[in-house]
């Protein structure tokens, strides 16, 4: 019976060695140490011999199931090594293979613009508010001072989409609508956006573009704190050394009204000046429309031209550049500001 264990344990080991794959390793397992495989079977025969002669047989069995156990489990790891290394090989990545190229994009110039304004202001204590582009004329218009036969109405005529909807000839509509919703309570905003002309296109007019609105409304404002918000403006927006001018002028929301002009060095090295904005403090009848007593309240807005501003930052010769998506012109625009 010794010499039957001894020559099992011997054909398991050697099937062992030569199983080439997890199923005929198993099928081995099986065949050898399930309950009614070989050593099970083995176990059995005890019964067959004498007392003396059962601890002695009884543990070669186990030295033997133990000797095919262990011997299964290492021909398990090495298969799985082995297969492992296949899919490694079988997956191999060349790292020399040129990769996908992927375009950055980078903000567009007009954007960069209004994020620069935003900076600023938001570090002054302005919040951002934004309003409806398809605007109601009660908004756009009566709110601002401009009644419905207002002569001023003529410089902004725009496209109506009934008697009382157009596109909003301006962002200062939004000075209106926050007023509102403010209910009376101090407020600085700034608003960009787009807005809305009929005009015909060309180098310097197109019938959209883009303003950044600003207002704020305090107790004890002065003209001077318009001039000083507009200055730090220009010197964030064109550097340090630039001065302002401000012209008498006329908006029927605000009183007095200036157009603000900013400083240039021309080619023969003489000082200039160009327009880039609108500005004035707060009507009164604007602010009581809005729900603030001007006995109590003053208030200043100014309106920006952004394209204005970015063509003169960047000395753009069309402004239908900013609109035409030429990559060849946005491209110029990556990086610069950031
Ligand atoms: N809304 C004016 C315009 O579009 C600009 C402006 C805004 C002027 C605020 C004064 C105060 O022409």
New binding site residues.
């Given amino acids: 019976m010794i010499e039957h264990l001894k020559k099992l344990n011997e054909d398991a080991l050697n099937r062992i060695k030569d199983a080439l794959d997890l199923p005929s390793l198993d099928t081995i397992r099986v065949f050898y140490l399930s309950k009614k495989g070989e050593v099970s079977l083995m176990m059995g025969k005890l019964r067959e011999l004498s007392q003396e002669e059962r601890p002695a047989f009884g543990q070669k069995v186990n030295e033997v199931k133990e000797q095919i156990e262990l011997a299964i489990y290492e021909k398990k790891q090495a298969i799985e090594n082995v297969e492992l290394l296949k899919t490694l090989e079988a997956e191999q990545i060349d790292v020399t293979l040129p990769g996908y190229q992927f375009y950055q994009g980078g903000v567009h110039p007009l954007n960069q613009v209004i994020e620069d304004l935003e900076d600023l202001f938001v570090g002054l204590g302005y919040e951002v508010a934004e309003g409806p582009e398809l605007e109601n004329d009660h908004y756009n218009f009566e709110m601002m001072n401009l009644a419905k036969d207002h002569p001023a109405r003529a410089m902004?005529d725009s496209f109506y989409t009934d008697e009382n909807m157009l596109l909003r000839?301006?962002?200062?509509p939004v000075q209106a609508r926050t007023m509102l919703a403010k209910k009376g309570e101090p407020l600085r905003i700034i608003c960009p956006g787009k807005v809305y002309r009929r005009d015909s296109d060309d180098p310097t007019h197109s019938h959209q573009f883009i303003?950044t609105?600003g207002l704020v409304i305090e107790k004890g404002l002065s003209f001077a704190n318009l001039k000083d918000a507009l200055l730090k403006m220009v010197r964030h927006l064109f550097g340090p050394e630039r001065v302002i001018r401000l012209r008498p002028s006329y908006?029927p929301?605000?009183e007095p009204?200036v157009e603000v002009d900013v400083s240039y060095i021309k080619k023969d090295g003489t000082i200039g000046y160009i327009e880039i904005?609108?500005?004035?403090q707060v009507h009164p009848d604007v602010l009581r429309m809005g729900g603030y007593d001007p006995e109590v309240y003053q208030g200043f807005?100014?309106?920006v031209g952004v394209e204005r501003i970015a063509i003169l930052k960047y000395n753009i010769d069309d402004i239908r550049h900013f609109y035409t998506n030429d990559l060849r012109f946005l491209s110029q625009f990556k990086g610069i500001n950031r």
């Fill in positions: 902004q000839t301006h962002t200062s303003q609105e908006f929301f605000t009204s904005l609108g500005a004035g807005a100014f309106g």
